[in-house]
């Protein structure tokens, strides 16, 4: 079942590129959670990218950042390492937070359907209440309006 706006998100423990272990630890301020399909891939890159060039300005909103996907730890690193990102990315190899979230679902590629990440953004405020949410999101512009968005409430 997934989280409706402006319910509190349940706790969840994390393997994350952090120190982070529960996600309650994050609920002393507003965070950006972002969720998509797989670390080196052209349009995962380019938004984790968006999410870099924009770091600075969330994190004045005081703010932080933090992608998922079901790479292990090891594919997370490496991805950080290459890009230089400077947030933390979580593991869920087990697709737990991505459920939790709703965006597991059913794709199509060629005709061929498989399970995915469906590329989407959500925003909690402190306290870890789910405000606001951007399901099967398209890369240009995404960031800025998330940005705009968290501006707008900060």
């Known amino acids: 079942m997934a989280i409706e706006l402006g319910t509190k998100i349940p706790d969840f423990k994390t393997v994350s590129t952090s120190k982070i272990a529960q996600c309650s630890e994050l609920f002393e301020k507003p965070f950006v959670i972002f969720f998509y399909p797989k670390d080196n891939t052209k349009g995962c890159t380019v938004e984790n990218n968006d999410f870099k060039d924009r770091y600075n300005d969330f994190l004045e909103l005081g703010i932080e950042v933090i992608g998922v996907s079901k790479d292990s730890l090891k594919s997370h690193h490496n991805f950080i390492n290459k890009y230089d990102l400077p947030f933390p990315l979580i593991s869920d190899e087990d697709t737990e937070i ?53 501006k707008s409430i900060a």
């Not at 061929?112 to 989407?120: D, L």
Request: charged content about 30%; some cysteine.
């Open 98 to 150: 991505c459920q939790l979230f709703d965006v597991y679902k059913e794709k199509s590629m060629y005709g061929r359907k498989y399970m995915g990440i469906e590329r989407s953004t959500f925003l909690v405020k402190k306290g870890g209440v789910l405000d606001k949410e951007w399901r099967n999101v398209k890369i240009p512009g995404h960031v800025d309006e998330v940005f705009n968005y968290a």
